[in-house]
Nanobody, 128 residues
């Protein structure tokens, strides 16, 4: 049975930090790229970050320099360190897994690629 579970969301003030975690089971974690997506009220879901099985990463422009994605293949965890949070980062954040090669997260294709497994999401609220 496949499970993808996010945690670490919460309510913070602008400028503060949060670290999201995602654990996955039921599939060969090491063979999958892991993506973080978010959806704000009234907006479409957007790709935030991606980390390939080799550790290669990708980010949406709006979070570059503020967010850092990483993964621990042994523990089957992926993390999203979010610093200097802004009100516009408020959204439900989702973790997703996609079968992909070492270059899956390069360029921007990862944002619209097909992801096979999704978590239920964790709420991040940033207030001024």
């Amino acid at each position: 049975q496949v499970e993808v579970v996010e945690s670490g969301g919460g309510s913070v003030q602008a400028g503060e930090s949060l670290r999201l975690s995602c654990t996955a089971s039921g599939f060969m974690f090491v063979n999958y790229a892991l993506g973080w997506f978010r959806q704000a009220p009234g907006k479409e879901r957007e790709g935030v970050s991606c980390v390939a099985w080799t550790g290669g990463t990708g980010y949406v422009d709006s979070v570059k320099g503020r967010f850092t994605v990483s993964r621990d293949n042994a523990k089957k965890f992926v993390y999203l360190q979010m610093n200097s949070l802004r009100e516009e980062d408020t959204a439900i954040y989702y973790c997703a897994a996609a079968w992909g090669g070492s270059d899956f997260c390069s360029g921007s294709n990862w944002m619209t690629a097909s992801y096979q497994y999704w978590g239920q999401g964790t709420q991040v609220t940033v207030s001024s």
